[in-house]
């Protein structure tokens, strides 16, 4: 059984970081295009940041441009997001997302074309 768990999440002050992870299980890691997504209270969920299978291909919404970075570690079968620079408006349920793909530098930005979804992790941000 496929599972995408997120951790790293919790409540910070506007300027601090967090450090997102999720760790995929049943599934060749390695093989699947990875995406986060956020989704404030009251409001749809929307994209945050995509990685190709190598991780070299990398995709943001511009909101989070020059803030979020997000890697991965295959080895770990584990997906960073690092955000910086953290702002209220920032503030949200966070998953992570899988799908199958090919190509090594595929990136996915629309929400319906992930396969697997983690329950999410919760992430406050103080003003």
């Known amino acids: 059984q496929v599972q995408l768990v997120e951790s790293g999440g919790g409540l910070v002050q506007a300027g601090a970081s967090l450090r997102l992870s999720c760790t995929a299980s049943a599934i060749t890691f390695s093989n699947y295009a990875m995406g986060w997504f956020r989704q404030a209270l009251g409001k749809e969920r929307e994209f945050v940041a995509a990685?190709?299978?190598?991780?070299?291909?990398?995709d943001y919404a511009d909101s989070v441009k020059g803030r979020f970075a997000g890697s991965r570690d295959n080895a770990k079968n584990t997906v960073y997001l690092q955000m910086n620079s953290l702002k209220p408006e920032d503030t949200a349920v966070y998953y992570c997302?899988?799908?199958?793909?090919?190509?090594?530098?595929?990136?996915?930005?629309?929400?319906?074309?992930?396969?697997?979804w983690g329950q999410g992790t919760q992430v406050t941000v103080s003003s």
């Open positions: 997302a899988a799908r199958i793909v090919t190509s090594r530098t595929t990136t996915l930005t629309d929400q319906s074309e992930y396969s697997y």
């Open positions: 990685l190709s299978r190598n991780g070299e291909g990398t």
